[in-house]
């Protein structure tokens, strides 16, 4: 069963964040190429969500649902998979030079 990929407005936000980050500070072209590498990343998860290609994100284990991350480069694309909505949650994209423990800000 294939799931629709879902972006939550926070993971958006993060992203579009990352985008704006490397437009100013490189340029247009590395921009949409780390942001299109990070959403295209996110494909890996409709043919066999369950899976579990991800793996678990112990600094959000204190919530109810089992949360996972994949890696692209220096962020962790942190989702759900929620069989309710048919739907894989894109939660976050962080960075993974940042501290670990502000992970627990996007959710």
């Keep these: 069963m294939e799931l629709k990929i879902y972006w939550t407005d926070f993971a958006k936000t993060e992203l579009k964040k990352i985008f704006d980050y490397y437009k100013k500070e490189a340029s247009l072209t590395v921009a949409k ?40 480069k220096n962020y962790k694309i942190i989702y759900w998979i929620n069989l309710k909505r048919n739907s894989i949650e894109i939660l976050d994209v962080f960075d993974t030079r940042q501290n670990p423990i502000k992970i627990k800000r996007s959710t």
């Excluded at 990070?38 to 066999?48: A, H, Q």
């Design 33 to 72: 190429k780390i942001v299109l590498g990070i959403t295209k990343e996110t494909l890996k998860l409709k043919p066999k969500p369950t899976n579990a290609i991800g793996q678990k994100e112990e600094l959000l284990e204190s919530y109810s649902e089992e949360i996972r991350y994949l890696v692209y």
